[in-house]
Structure formats: structure tokens, C-alpha cells
């Protein structure tokens, strides 16, 4: 009588906790092999984001140094 009352409460309490689905994974598959990315979509979203950030900044830093240098082969070409 133990092991039945003992299996009916286990089968109740596994019926009682709700299935929580697993977090979504990246998978892929290329030239280079298999790689999983084991981090939530809202993560690789976000990195994603601070990627463009980051690629802009670089954009507007480069801009800047360009046009440095163009002013200073101007300002080199007017006192020759």
C-alpha cells in the first residue's frame, strides 16, 4: 500500500509541474563545422545591436580622420 500511495503522489507531482520549454538554441551548420549558440534570441538581438553601434562608431571615427587628412593636404597645398 506505501508504494502505491508513494507512486500516485511522484505521478501527481510530475503531472502538477508545467513543462517548461527549453530555451532556443542557434545552430549552424557551415564550411567551418557546427556551431551552437546556446544564448536566448533576446541576447544574440541585443549583441546584434551593440555590433551596429559599434560599426558606426568606427564609421564616424574613420570619417573624421579622413577628413583631417584632407584638410591638412589643403592647408599643405595653400602655403606652397
Not at 23 to 41: E, N
Not at 42 to 63: A, P
Request: hydrophobic share 30%; proline share 6%.
Amino acid at each position: 500500500m506505501k508504494h502505491f500511495i508513494t507512486g500516485g503522489l511522484v505521478a501527481m507531482g510530475l503531472l502538477a509541474i508545467p513543462a517548461t520549454p527549453a530555451l532556443a538554441q542557434s545552430i549552424d551548420i557551415g564550411p567551418g563545422g557546427v556551431r551552437v549558440d546556446p544564448r536566448s534570441p533576446r541576447e544574440r538581438d541585443r549583441d546584434e545591436i551593440r555590433r551596429e553601434e559599434r560599426r558606426e562608431e568606427f564609421r564616424d571615427e574613420r570619417r573624421g580622420s579622413i577628413r583631417r587628412e584632407e584638410r591638412l593636404r589643403r592647408e599643405d597645398e595653400d602655403d606652397d
